[in-house]
């Protein structure tokens, strides 16, 4: 089974984030990155179905590409993170998500309509 890396202040790396997936997938368990700080890192097109990212640090991520479908997001700061050409069909959307975007984080090009498969809370 994957060891979870604890939450922690310390911010982690893409490496670390990509790391934490694979091992994840190979044991066949849900990517946990809960409470994490993976700030300003490149995520791009990575494959994170079904993920817990509650209550991360994700300001500034680039997540162009990436499949994030199922991905609970309650919680997590997504100012600035870049959602372009990404799937976010059934993901849990923070509370605020709305000026997070007036604040810079990208949706365009999603492969899903937000309004009508994510549940904000």
Known sequence: MAKKKEATSEQITADDVRELIK???KDGVKVDITGMDISG???VGVDMRAANASGAKL???DFTGANLEGVN???ANL???NFSA???RFSVLPNGFASMVASGAVITDTT???RESVEVR
């Open 86 to 88: 990404a799937c976010l």
């Open 73 to 75: 997001f309650s919680g």
């Open 41 to 43: 890192a490149s995520l």
């Open 112 to 114: 899903t309509d937000i």
């Open 23 to 25: 091992n994840a997938r």
């Open 59 to 61: 300001s500034g991520v």
């Open 79 to 81: 100012e600035g993170a």
